[in-house]
Structures are given as C-alpha cells and as structure tokens.
C-alpha cells in the first residue's frame, strides 16, 4: 500500500482504476456560442454547458474583449441576440458594474454570463486584436 492510496488516485485519474459509474464527474453537455460584431461577420464556437460567453469565446478567431479580472469594467459586455433563457441570472454585481459603466442593463458581461445549454447569440462590442 502506498501513502495516501497515491496509485490509486493515479489510476483512477488515468482511467485504469475499478471506480464506479457513480464516482466518475457527470460529463458536461456541449453548448453553441455565435457572436457577431457591428461589421455583421460572425463566429461560431462550441463549449461546455457552464463555460462563461467571454471563455468560449477565446477559442474564436476574434476572441470577445475584456480589461479585467473581477468583472468591473464591462469592456466584454454583449447584447443577447438570441437564447437568454439559456444563461445564468444576471446577478447584482453584473447590474451593478453596467450601471457604475452608463451600459443598458439588458446587457449582459460575457465574463459573468455562463451558458447552461443549447445554443447561445450574442452582438459584442469590444475584441481582441490578435
């Protein structure tokens, strides 16, 4: 026996252990984000439910902006085109920095925003130059 069942663990994270169906983390639907920007070009990119607009939209050609890292400058706020029944609540640090930022409070930030399932569409405003 190993310390702290060290090879187990090591097993169980390469696969090769007797773990049950019950032990193993639930696998994570797909989700479809499409950003357009004012130009009308669009982009599609496909994530996992949970996954904020802002960190699907990295993997894009022309990834959404964003200026911080605590969700207060509202530089990735996005317009839902379509499928706002599809992200998480807007909660009040979200309303919040909208209205500290003179932004609409339809808006949602990309960094705060995850998409639950299905398929998400969103205008953004700000990108990335890469």
Not at 58 to 84: F, H, Q, W, Y
Not at 85 to 101: A, F, I, V, W
Not at 107 to 113: K, V
Request: hydrophobic share 35%; net charge negative; charged share 30%.
């Amino acid at each position: 026996m190993t310390p702290f069942k060290i090879r187990k663990r090591l097993k169980a994270l390469l696969g090769l252990g007797q773990e049950s169906e019950e032990a193993r983390p639930p696998l994570r639907s797909k989700v479809v984000l499409r950003v357009v920007d004012d130009g009308g070009m669009e982009q599609s990119f496909e994530g996992h439910e949970g996954d904020t607009v802002l960190f699907v939209s990295g993997n894009m050609e022309k990834p959404i902006g964003s200026g911080c890292n605590d969700s207060t400058c509202a530089t990735c706020r996005v317009e839902v085109l379509d499928g706002a029944e599809y992200l998480s609540p807007q909660g009040d640090h979200e309303c919040k920095t909208l209205r500290e930022n003179q932004h609409p409070e339809h808006l949602r930030l990309a960094c705060c925003a995850e998409i639950l399932r299905d398929s998400v569409h969103v205008r953004a405003f700000e990108f990335l130059e890469l």
